[in-house]
């Protein structure tokens, strides 16, 4: 897509998500006085009391992961605000295996995130970076058997920023062939990511797949020529 498409659908998503939440806004406050009003009279005689309680319970869970999904949709939409800026790859890492996980529960495989305990910035196009490790993490769901997991773990103590996948239940080896073998695929995350800059290494006697990120932070403005 060019950039000002990409531009066009990061406004409009940001539209829909910021309506979405006026929408569970409603909800939440409707179902907050409906708790309310049970709570008023709970000397009352009612005999549907607890299965309205638990309705509203359900309600309230289920409006905040609504406010939880569309506010990671709406950090997304956001990424194609900009060409390049400064990013902290705990975010990024986080929002992208959060928007993952279901197609991670689809195949029956558990999909986790860590990250480090200080901010790994990079400067680098957010929404290009989120798309490679989507990409990797598809190729990654569709090796594993079932009941298996993937953990992700940020790290900037290899020479650069990185990002480990480890794969629980199933060997490093078999999801490397079965990965690569996917050629087209695997081929189009390959070519994204050496767009970015970025590169990796499979290192099968740790079971682990490391993907390395080019770190720094934004490159100074250079000087006009005289």
């Known amino acids: 897509m060019k950039a000002n498409e990409l531009a066009f659908f990061g406004k409009i998503a940001a539209s829909v998500t910021h309506e979405l939440r006026n929408v569970l806004a409603v909800i939440n406050e409707s179902n907050g006085l409906m708790a309310d009003f049970l709570a008023m009279t709970r000397e009352?005689?009612?005999?549907?009391?607890?299965?309205?309680?638990?309705?509203?319970?359900?309600?309230?869970?289920?409006?905040?992961r609504g406010v939880e999904i569309t506010s990671r949709f709406n950090r997304f939409a956001h990424s194609v605000d900009h060409a390049c800026a400064d990013i902290d790859?705990?975010?990024?890492?986080?929002?992208?295996?959060?928007?993952a996980q279901r197609l991670a529960a689809l195949r029956n495989v558990e999909l986790k995130g860590a990250v480090c305990d200080h901010p790994v910035m990079l400067f680098t196009n957010g929404f290009r970076i989120q798309m490679?490790?989507?990409?990797?993490?598809?190729?990654?769901?569709?090796?594993m058997s079932a009941s298996g997991s993937i953990l992700?773990?940020?790290?900037?103590?290899l020479g650069s920023p990185c990002l480990t996948f480890h794969f629980g239940g199933e060997s490093c080896e078999r999801v490397q062939e079965e990965a690569v073998a996917n050629?087209?695929?695997?081929?189009?995350?390959?070519?994204?990511?050496?767009?970015l800059g970025m590169r990796y290494d499979w290192r099968t006697s740790d079971g682990d797949?490391?993907?390395?990120?080019?770190?720094?932070?934004?490159?100074?403005?250079?000087?006009?020529?005289?």
Request: with cysteine.
């Open 183 to 195: 050629f087209g695929e695997w081929q189009e995350f390959e070519e994204l990511a050496s767009s």
């Open 152 to 157: 992700t773990l940020v790290r900037d103590d």
């Open 44 to 64: 009352a005689p009612f005999p549907h009391r607890e299965k309205f309680q638990r309705s509203v319970q359900k309600i309230e869970e289920q409006v905040r």
């Open 89 to 99: 790859l705990n975010a990024i890492v986080t929002q992208t295996v959060s928007l």
């Open 132 to 143: 490679a490790l989507t990409m990797a993490i598809e190729a990654f769901i569709g090796c």
């Open 209 to 226: 797949f490391v993907l390395f990120f080019p770190g720094g932070p934004t490159p100074e403005p250079t000087a006009p020529p005289k």
